[in-house]
């Protein structure tokens, strides 16, 4: 019994290690004291943070986002399909993106470290050729939740097939837009935004320009750092969004909280609803 609990421990440790520090292809010093900038920089840090995080390439646009494109509040996801820790922080995301509704900008960008995982780069071009029918936040939800189901195939593309086929995608336009021109572009610009930013593991997120510590991935610590944002540019905190499940998200997120709100926000890519 006491070894049952030993090995229960050890492997509890083993996943809190990966939501605290993230998918790092390369740990280093500098890299841990990245994920840690925003707790210890002074004045003229953050000013180069957010100069820097200004100054960077615009990504994919338009980008794929939700809720309203003049909100006061940017949340800013880079994520690597693959990668466990973006599929645990992804729940949180959602959790986000249902509290906060047409209150926020939520855009994710795809960052997937090559280095480490083999089927990221296959994944994102799978998310975006679902884009192309209106299908991108579907086909983003599934990728996250059947992580362990892909991530160590050896032959990837029939499965985000098979995705495709349960969301009643054009099966054929999809496997096309894989393997186009266009859909690897939208993703290698957001690859460039994030290179420029000198990201180096994920997730990676950012609210108003602003880098969140890796030890602030937490809904908790999310929420007040939005309220905070919110309540410096004067929006009320009275009344909550009424979050709804949209009706191409029913067969896909069953089950899972919804990706937006009953606010009728925005779902990028406008105007064809990426």
Same mark, same amino acid.
Request: with cysteine; glycine share 4%.
């Given at each position: 019994?006491?070894?049952?609990?030993?090995?229960?421990?050890?492997?509890?440790?083993?996943?809190?290690?990966?939501?605290?520090?993230?998918?790092?292809?390369? !740990?280093?010093?500098?890299?841990?004291?990245?994920?840690?900038?925003?707790?210890?920089?002074?004045?003229?840090?953050?000013?180069?943070?957010?100069?820097?995080?200004?100054?960077?390439?615009?990504? $994919?646009?338009?980008?794929?986002?939700?809720?309203?494109?003049?909100?006061?509040?940017?949340?800013?996801?880079?994520?690597?399909?693959?990668?466990?820790?973006?599929?645990?922080?992804?729940? +949180?995301?959602?959790?986000?993106?249902?509290?906060?509704?047409?209150?926020?900008?939520?855009?994710?960008?795809?960052? !997937?470290?090559?280095?480490?995982?083999?089927?990221?780069?296959?994944?994102?071009?799978?998310?975006?050729?679902?884009?192309?029918?209106?299908?991108?936040?579907?086909?983003?939800?599934?990728?996250?939740?059947?992580?362990?189901?892909?991530?160590?195939?050896?032959?990837?593309?029939?499965?985000?097939?098979?995705?495709?086929?349960?969301?009643?995608?054009?099966?054929?336009?999809?496997?096309?837009?894989?393997?186009?021109?266009?859909?690897?572009?939208?993703?290698?610009?957001? +690859?460039?935004?994030?290179?420029?930013?000198?990201?180096?593991?994920?997730?990676?997120?950012?609210?108003?320009?602003?880098?969140?510590?890796?030890?602030?991935?937490?809904?908790?610590?999310?929420?007040?750092?939005?309220?905070?944002?919110?309540?410096?540019?004067?929006?009320?905190?009275?009344? !909550?969004?009424?979050?709804?499940?949209?009706?191409?998200?029913?067969?896909?997120?069953?089950?899972?909280? $919804?990706?937006?709100?009953?606010?009728?926000?925005?779902?990028?890519?406008?105007?064809?609803?990426?």
């Amino acid at each position: 019994m006491k070894q049952t609990i030993k090995f229960f421990t050890f492997f509890s440790m083993l996943a809190l290690f990966a939501v605290t520090f993230g998918c790092d292809p390369a !740990p280093t010093n500098k890299n841990t004291a990245n994920k840690t900038t925003n707790t210890n920089q002074n004045n003229s840090g953050v000013a180069a943070a957010l100069a820097l995080y200004k100054n960077a390439p615009p990504g $994919a646009q338009p980008p794929n986002m939700l809720g309203s494109p003049t909100a006061s509040v940017t949340v800013e996801e880079f994520a690597d399909f693959q990668c466990p820790s973006c599929a645990q922080v992804h729940s +949180i995301m959602k959790s986000v993106q249902s509290t906060y509704g047409n209150r926020i900008k939520f855009i994710y960008r795809h960052f !997937p470290l090559n280095q480490m995982h083999k089927n990221a780069y296959d994944a994102s071009l799978a998310a975006e050729s679902a884009g192309e029918q209106n299908r991108f936040w579907d086909m983003q939800n599934q990728l996250f939740t059947s992580q362990k189901e892909w991530s160590t195939s050896t032959d990837v593309r029939p499965i985000f097939v098979g995705y495709a086929q349960k969301m009643g995608l054009d099966v054929p336009k999809f496997q096309s837009d894989m393997l186009s021109l266009a859909t690897k572009k939208q993703v290698d610009e957001d +690859i460039q935004r994030g290179t420029a930013l000198k990201l180096d593991s994920t997730p990676s997120i950012y609210i108003n320009g602003k880098s969140v510590a890796f030890q602030q991935l937490n809904l908790e610590a999310i929420r007040a750092i939005i309220d905070a944002e919110l309540q410096n540019a004067g929006n009320s905190q009275s009344q !909550p969004a009424q979050p709804t499940l949209p009706a191409n998200n029913a067969a896909v997120n069953s089950g899972n909280t $919804a990706d937006n709100t009953g606010n009728a926000p925005n779902t990028a890519k406008s105007p064809a609803n990426k």
